[in-house]
């Protein structure tokens, strides 16, 4: 029996939702190459390839690094990386349904996890959306464990992310227990 996940169809729709955005792209590269047209250089005057197709490529690379390092950072315990990879205005809701709102909030509830520099914070990617140089969010399958004393949390954590013109920012994040500690 072939029976599909809610997973493996979602991971179905966004290959489709990517496939779509890239003919998009390629079709508006090709119409820059016959117009002679520099519309994507004049939306994004910082990229010197000069193509839709480089933007949006360039963006995606710049998403994944971005990603990548507000992950890393908090599995680190690199508190300030993890401070500016977030937009001052950003949102925790915790798996508790404990709120923070605003950067020096949320670093003032993670703080014993910068501290203490015990806590072992693994995660599974499950469903990824990027939204051109705009917006993204990633849905992950995290742990969260301290050993020591026996603590074990299993969470999906949505993270949301905007560009501000120049790099990406987390901005919200949401926690849902799957394994409450």
Not at 153 to 160: A, D
Request: hydrophobic letters at 40%.
């Amino acid at each position: 029996m072939n029976k599909k996940t809610n997973i493996d169809k979602n991971k179905e729709r966004d290959m489709e939702h990517r496939k779509g955005h890239l003919a998009m792209a390629v079709a508006v590269s090709v119409l820059l190459a016959f117009t002679g047209g520099s519309a994507a250089s004049a939306s994004n005057p910082g990229d010197a390839r000069g193509t839709a197709v480089g933007w949006a490529q360039g963006c995606a690379e710049q998403f994944e690094v971005a990603q990548r390092t507000d992950m890393e950072s908090f599995r680190d315990y690199d508190r300030e990386t993890f401070r500016e990879g977030h937009d001052p205005r950003a949102v925790t809701v915790f798996a508790s349904g404990a709120v923070r709102y605003g950067i020096d909030a949320i670093m003032a509830a993670l703080e014993s996890h910068f501290a203490n520099r015990e806590a072992i914070w693994a995660w599974t990617e499950l469903y990824r959306v990027v939204d051109g140089c705009n917006s993204a969010f990633i849905l992950y399958d995290a742990t969260y464990d301290i050993p020591s004393i026996g603590y074990h949390q299993r969470t999906l954590t949505g993270v949301t992310y905007t560009h501000d013109g120049n790099r990406w920012l987390s901005i919200a994040d949401q926690g849902t227990y799957l394994e409450a500690p």
